[in-house]
């Protein structure tokens, strides 16, 4: 089972506000990273460490973490950030893990 | 550019064995851990397994629904990772991809799959 836990399923209004979480013990020690995952394509890197985008990514993508919670926040949600979201980081045998994932819906 | 393209998937009957291969460009993949990973259909992100650069001695680390069964490994003069799958079930039936790994942070440490390849189809029936 996964050592990362996210919401199944999340939906925002078109061009609302969205948060995204990813709980477990592990994101005490290692910032999480976060996917964008579409069908039939490739994960795409969305966030990473304390809140870095890759070049590319809009800036209504943004991440934060306290404690054993990292968060995903899209801010102004369009049509095409619907998609699954997975965060990442590693477990307490420091190795690779992922959570669940977050099916997000954009109304 | 960075490019990472997977190959060598298909049908294969179980208990069979199968070789992907993850073939690189645009960077220097002699100093990046390469990992796999896979999505069985209507499941997530699973993390199969890593091998870390000549830096580290190539060591590699796998997940627990693989350890025993797949090894991974790299030859760093052709920029290519390989995932050589043994023994194969049923349940590896799952799209396939490679990832190229960074990290950083000193005490509050990091890690991140910044390019994937595009992902290669391996059914096992």
């Known amino acids: 089972s996964s050592e990362l836990t996210q919401d199944p399923a999340v939906s925002v209004a078109l061009g609302q506000t969205v948060r995204i979480t990813c709980q477990g013990d592990?994101?005490?020690?290692?910032?999480a990273s976060w996917y964008q995952k579409k069908p039939g394509q490739a994960p795409v890197l969305v966030i990473y460490g304390k809140n870095y985008r890759p070049s590319g990514i809009p800036d209504r993508f943004s991440g934060f973490s306290s404690g054993n919670t990292a968060s995903l926040t899209i801010t102004g949600a369009q049509a095409e950030d619907e998609a699954d979201y997975y965060c990442?980081?590693?477990?307490?045998?420091?190795?690779?893990?992922f959570g669940g994932g977050t099916k997000l819906t954009v109304l | 550019e960075v490019q990472l393209v997977e190959s060598g998937g298909g049908l294969v009957q179980p208990g069979r064995s199968l070789r992907l291969s993850c073939t690189t460009s645009g960077f220097s993949f002699g100093d990046y851990v390469m990992s796999w990973f896979r999505q069985a259909p209507g499941t997530g992100l699973e993390w199969v397994g890593f091998i870390r650069g000549k830096a580290y001695g190539g060591t590699t680390e796998y997940a627990a629904s693989v350890k025993g069964r797949f090894t991974i490994s790299r030859d760093d003069s052709k920029s290519i990772a390989y995932l050589q799958m043994n023994s194969l079930k049923t349940e590896d039936t799952a799209v396939y991809y490679c990832?190229?790994?960074?990290?950083?942070?000193?005490?509050?440490?990091?890690?991140?799959?910044?390019?994937w390849g595009q992902g290669t189809l391996v059914t096992v029936s």
């Open positions: 990832a190229r790994e960074g990290s950083g942070g000193s005490f509050y440490l990091y890690y991140y799959f910044d390019f």
């Open positions: 592990s994101l005490r020690d290692y910032y």
């Open positions: 990442h980081s590693r477990d307490s045998n420091h190795l690779v893990v």
